[in-house]
């Protein structure tokens, strides 16, 4: 997600990744997932086929309930306090998550709803599920959305349907990662899956969507529509009655701006198409057929999902098309490589952050240069540190470490985006322009549909004579003197 601060102004489509069409497509979890959308309530049925790509049985699947997060006696509020006025413009709303049944090939299954936050669906299978194996639940529900200005709501514009189904807990060490709707962040952890997905929804309503369209047809009002996306971590929507859209194939994959406020939307379009295009030279291939860029409510600049990134209305031009660059990046740095974001924020969002500076570098049609991002990024993160200093006595630049641990969204954004950036410039000047796109490029190659950690990062860098262990240990441990 960018956290847009303004004094931060930071494809060939191509298979080898083993995306769609991957051989060892079913080597990974499948969902079906059938939804119908009336009004602010989302009835759908999924039915989940677990794969057990670990070493460890499983008697219990683990399910994130994102949408109880927004609740009335919710503990953790997926919204800053700072943000609520501008998140519920016309006061506070609540919505939630109901499961209405769970049941596998021989019937019913027991299930609870627990977790910290009733934010967790764990359901008892009627037999373990061993390495290589196998097992499939169906899971109806029902979502009720707030009207509300995130990732999952209906405002004034759009729908945003994000997190809108149970989705599989990630996992981690052997054994599903729960983790409660932080409002700093992005409190997510997945495992690359196949989607088939459904949506019936007014026939007025254009969506955007994760994956591709395969098949379309109309119903007593209602478009009826089911979508397909392999090797990606979630699947999300954005619906408008509003929708205009254009689209550029130029770099092999469909790349289409949806918007319903823009008098230049070109302009947003050649952004998406100009960073697609760099990250793909200088990082590796974009694995899927198609991304969506969707102009759309947000409190935030803006936000990533597989195939999909949501940009706020709300944000001036400059900024508009940086966070486009930004969530472009989250396409390779996220989408495909991976990470735990509640522990290890800082791997993808210091990564797309730097990528922003990069691209810019080469483009200077923008208006920006490398070395003018670099020292305003220095600027804001020595300004951080001693407002922090001041206040507090101490300042913990430490990047490895749970959202929980961080005291307000401003250290959030100076340790996961600003100070990280950094850190790839000083890596870069070190070490020379060679090595460290190689690394990046190793780095992507690798971990390309996993999930990375802070050392599989110094790894990369190291398999291509990068002597670069005590460097990362510097930074990431807070002791590194900027």
């Known amino acids: 997600m960018k956290k847009f601060l303004p004094f931060i102004l930071l494809f060939a489509a191509a298979f080898s990744l083993c995306g769609f069409g991957c051989e060892k497509e079913r080597d990974r979890?499948?969902?079906?997932?059938?939804?119908?959308?009336?009004?602010?309530?989302?009835?759908?049925?999924?039915?989940?086929?677990?794969?057990?790509?670990?070493?460890?049985?499983?008697?219990?699947?683990?399910?994130?309930?994102?949408?109880?997060?927004?609740?009335?006696?919710?503990?953790?509020?997926?919204?800053?306090?700072?943000?609520?006025?501008?998140?519920?413009?016309?006061g506070k709303s609540y919505g939630d998550m109901r499961i209405n049944g769970v049941t596998g090939e021989s019937g019913?299954?027991?299930?609870?709803?627990?977790?910290?936050?009733?934010?967790?669906?764990s359901v008892a299978l009627p037999e373990e599920v061993f390495p290589g194996e196998r097992a499939s639940v169906t899971v109806d529900f029902t979502l009720s959305l707030a009207e509300v200005v995130a990732r999952t709501g209906v405002n004034?514009?759009?729908?945003?349907?994000?997190?809108?189904?149970?989705a599989l807990c990630g996992i981690q060490d052997g054994a599903f990662y729960e983790c409660v709707y932080y409002s700093n962040g992005d409190p997510f952890f997945s495992d690359c899956a196949d989607y088939t997905v459904t949506l019936a929804a007014d026939e007025n309503m254009v969506v955007a969507a994760t994956g591709v369209a395969v098949k379309s047809e109309r119903e007593t009002g209602k478009n009826v529509t089911t979508y397909k996306a392999e090797n990606v971590r979630s699947f999300a929507f954005v619906l408008s009655e509003k929708f205009e859209s254009v689209t550029d194939k130029s770099t092999g994959a469909d790349i289409t701006y949806y918007y319903y406020n823009d008098e230049n939307p070109s302009l947003a379009l050649n952004a998406a198409v100009q960073a697609a295009?760099?990250?793909?030279?200088?990082?590796?291939?974009?694995?899927?057929?198609?991304?969506?860029?969707?102009?759309?409510?947000?409190?935030?600049?803006?936000?990533?999902?597989?195939?999909?990134?949501?940009?706020?209305?709300?944000?001036?031009?400059?900024?508009?098309?940086?966070v486009i660059v930004h969530e472009t990046a989250h396409q390779w740095w996220q989408s495909v490589v991976g990470n735990n974001e509640i522990e290890y924020g800082f791997l993808d969002e210091g990564l797309a952050e730097y990528s922003v500076i990069a691209f810019y570098e080469t483009h200077?049609?923008?208006?920006?240069?490398?070395?003018?991002?670099?020292?305003?990024?220095?600027?804001?993160?020595?300004?951080?540190?001693?407002?922090?200093?001041k206040l507090f006595g101490k300042v913990n630049t430490v990047m490895p470490r749970s959202l929980k641990d961080f005291d307000s969204e401003?250290?959030?954004?100076?340790?996961?985006?600003?100070?990280?950036?950094?850190?790839?410039?000083?890596?870069?000047?070190?070490?020379?322009?060679?090595?460290?796109?190689?690394g990046l490029k190793r780095y992507y190659a690798d971990f390309a549909f996993k999930n990375a950690v802070p050392s599989d990062l110094v790894a990369s860098f190291t398999?291509?004579?990068?002597?670069?262990?005590?460097f990362f240990d510097g930074f990431f441990n807070g002791k590194a003197v900027l």
């Open 29 to 90: 979890t499948v969902y079906e997932i059938n939804c119908e959308l009336s009004g602010n309530v989302l009835t759908g049925s999924e039915t989940v086929e677990f794969y057990n790509f670990t070493d460890n049985a499983f008697g219990t699947l683990k399910f994130n309930l994102y949408g109880n997060a927004f609740r009335k006696d919710a503990e953790f509020s997926p919204v800053a306090r700072q943000y609520a006025s501008k998140a519920y413009p016309s």
């Open 108 to 121: 019913a299954l027991e299930y609870e709803i627990c977790g910290q936050d009733e934010n967790i669906l």
């Open 156 to 166: 004034a514009d759009t729908v945003n349907l994000a997190n809108f189904y149970p």
């Open 277 to 322: 295009t760099f990250f793909a030279e200088k990082f590796g291939a974009y694995p899927y057929p198609a991304f969506s860029v969707v102009q759309t409510h947000f409190i935030q600049g803006g936000m990533e999902f597989p195939g999909l990134a949501m940009v706020s209305d709300a944000l001036e031009s400059k900024a508009y098309l940086e």
């Open 364 to 389: 200077p049609e923008y208006g920006f240069t490398r070395a003018n991002l670099v020292e305003s990024a220095e600027r804001t993160y020595k300004t951080f540190c001693t407002v922090y200093d």
């Open 410 to 438: 401003y250290e959030y954004v100076n340790v996961a985006y600003v100070k990280p950036a950094i850190m790839y410039d000083v890596l870069r000047t070190t070490i020379g322009d060679a090595k460290f796109f190689g």
């Open 463 to 470: 398999r291509v004579g990068a002597d670069v262990e005590g």
